[in-house]
């Protein structure tokens, strides 16, 4: 039972203590006149606790204070403002750069894209140029066995008229000897005839 009371005990020790409420703001307008506000006319309820020239010169003090504040309340409104300025400045050239980045994006796809398409054309030429190489190379075979034929045909004509022509030569004078003595034959037996003829007439 003791040991049950002492850790209530501890627990209500150690739990957090409740978060106060946050003071009230007390909103006042700046622009109106320091001797019109509520603690300015509250300064006016000491005069029987402190002296006069001691009064009035808190009350000076509170005029300053309203002053330096009010003078840093504009600081304040000013550097906002200018903040504000900047910070649209910041969003302008965060906007800037965004496109600036989406462009340069833009550009580096297009070069990668314009690269690929050269390392296409790159390979459709070489294959250009390999396929024009072998044409070439098959055409001066064609050419060097077209030149070989035609050596070779013009040896055989060289060598046909050597051997051919020489026994056409000879058959043809074999042939008109042939000829002249089939017309003298030929004469003969016509001479035959007519004699036999006129022998016969006479007889």
Not at 44 to 54: A, Q, S, Y
Not at 154 to 181: H, I, T, Y
Not at 187 to 195: G, H, M, T, V
Request: glycine letters at 0%; a negative charge; charged letters at 40%.
């Amino acid at each position: 039972m003791a040991d049950s009371n002492a850790e209530e005990k501890k627990e209500e020790t150690t739990a957090a203590p409740p978060k106060k409420a946050p003071p009230p703001v007390l909103k006042v307008d700046l622009d109106s006149d320091p001797k019109d506000s509520v603690a300015f006319t509250l300064l006016g309820d000491w005069t029987k606790r402190v002296p006069e020239d001691e009064l009035d010169s808190y009350k000076l003090l509170y005029v300053r204070l309203w002053e330096s504040v009010k003078i840093a309340f504009e600081e304040e409104k000013r550097f906002l403002k200018k903040a504000r300025t900047l910070n649209n400045d910041v969003l302008g050239e965060k906007i800037n750069m965004e496109k600036a980045r989406l462009r340069q994006q833009d550009e580096q796809d297009n070069l990668e894209r314009l690269e690929r398409e050269r390392e296409t054309c790159q390979t459709n030429l070489d294959e250009a140029e390999h396929a024009d190489t072998v044409v070439k190379y098959e055409l001066q075979e064609l050419t060097s066995v077209y030149n070989e034929l035609e050596d070779s045909l013009l040896e055989m004509k060289a060598e046909n008229e050597r051997n051919v022509e020489p026994e056409l030569a000879r058959l043809r004078s074999e042939l008109k000897a042939m000829q002249d003595e089939n017309a003298e034959a030929e004469a003969a037996c016509e001479k035959d005839k007519a004699r036999q003829l006129e022998l016969a007439e006479i007889y």
